[in-house]
């Protein structure tokens, strides 16, 4: 590893948390569909919902963090393309800088960026009248489950920031990631659903993340659900961040 | 002024037999050429004819095919680091943070050069470029010469011993162009090396010591201006009538008063006998 590494990383990290501090918009328009989804569910199609559970947006919330982070990615995939068209990243390949600083840049970014708005989704969900008892370890929890999936997501993001040919196909990768919590347990319990419907939404990655994090805010016993939740995150993680940086160094040599 | 080379005799610039293919298109078929220390080099050729592969070749963004390359002593292919410590690139578009203020984008190159002092740096550039006043506006609201000049500015710090300028004026109004001649001309008066790529004929004539003509992927034609000219038949006496171009016109109307070096007309009537 270059010895500039940790050095360069953060003065690019501060180029962008600098970028996000001059458009908070980027913020805002990231949790704002999640928060209309949340009010949606909750005010409009929540009470026709059986969920088993007393208070809906408990229920729904889990579901919800994962749609702002699918959704606030895609600012990443964004800026990285806008930086490849903009010849500022030729500039940073033609300087002795360390290489694998200007991916991690983007990426610290996006977990700074996603953070602040799963703190706006979470404030949202506390004045429509989520409660949960969970004790701080939980929240810490829930805090890095939530670190990792946005890591992993944000490594996805990176290829299509790498690749694509226009802004649109840039941002139109997440659009998939942000509707996959819906054939998930994360809206409506799994069990309602039609045989191979639910046998999809049983085994795809939301679920057991959805469910890991429920039980936690509820204080309820995660069973075998943390150990899948956990390697998906880490599997998906594993497999972005090598094609991301394959693909990172094909693109730059 | 103390310059980290590796070999101070020779060329600066070193290239040779370099080819590169883009699948079926066979952009560079053999390129040759040498840079003296300190000089300014164009490398002349209209669009496609592969200069800004030579230049990104030779600034380690891109690995050629085939044949040598070497900058500062230090060879493209197997020493891109110590390459990278010994150029700037200055690309066809101005490589500025459009959110961040000239000063910043200024002090974050010279952070990542891992230089002392980046904010002294920042202003003195600042105010060898005439950005000092427009310092803390955000660079989206500069117009192409500042940007142009700033992205000059920024390729500037750490002293690099050599700077790739590849189509430093495609695109910039008249005036914006005299200003970037001059930055070009005082960069050389230092002692720093500027390869310079161009589809203009006036601005290798008015800028380059040396000229090499890229052409269907090779050199074709390289040497001093003076030398050039005597690759054609010698020039006819026609009497031309000198008619003042509409550049000269327009420089003239808005009270520019053409230091910078306005394209001289002698030359232009025999060229060109309209």
Known sequence: MNKHFFGDTAVLLGRSLRHISRSPDTIITTAIMPIAFMLLFVYVFGGAIQTGSDSYVNYL???????????????????????????????????????ASVLWAHVLTSLVANLISLVVVVLVALAMGFRSGASALSWLAVAGIMMLFTLALTWLAVIPGLTAKSVDGASAFSYPLIFL?????????????????????????????????????????????????LAWCAGLLAVAYGVAMNIYRRRIS | MSRDSHQTAGPV???????????QLHVLRGVDFD???????ALLGSNGAGKTTVVRILSTLLKPDAGAASVNGFDVATQPAKVRESISLTGQFAAVDEILSGRENL??????????????????????FALTDAATRKVSTYSGGMRRRLDIAMSLIGDPPVIFLDEPTTGLDPQ????VWQAVRELATQ?????????????????????AILHQGRIIANGTLGELKQLLPP????????????EEVFLAVIGDDGTAGVPTPTARAVKDPR
């Open chain 2, 235 to 246: 020039a006819k006496v026609e009497y031309v009538e000198k008619q003042p171009t509409l």
């Open chain 1, 181 to 229: 919590p819906f054939i998930s347990s994360a809206f409506v319990p799994t069990q309602s659903m039609p045989g191979p419907v639910r046998v999809f939404a049983e085994n795809q990655p939301v679920t057991s993340i959805v469910n890991t994090i429920r039980d936690l805010f509820a204080q309820q016993q995660v069973g075998v659900d943390i150990w899948i939740a």
């Open chain 2, 35 to 41: 840079v003296a220390r300190g000089s300014i080099f």
């Open chain 1, 61 to 99: 919330l889990p579901g919800i963090l994962l749609i702002t982070v699918a959704s606030g990615i895609s600012y990443t995939a964004y800026r990285l393309f806008l930086d490849m068209k903009s010849g500022i990243f030729e500039r940073f390949q033609s300087m002795p800088v360390a290489r």
């Open chain 2, 191 to 211: 002692g720093t090396t500027v390869l310079l790529t161009t589809q203009y004929l006036d601005e290798a004539e008015q800028l380059a010591d040396r000229i």
């Open chain 2, 176 to 179: 914006a162009r005299l200003e």
């Open chain 2, 13 to 23: 610039i070193q290239v040779q037999g370099l080819e590169k293919s883009y699948s």
């Open chain 2, 107 to 128: 002090v974050l190159v010279a952070r990542l050069r891992h230089l002392r002092e980046p904010g002294r740096i920042a202003d003195d550039l600042l105010a060898r």
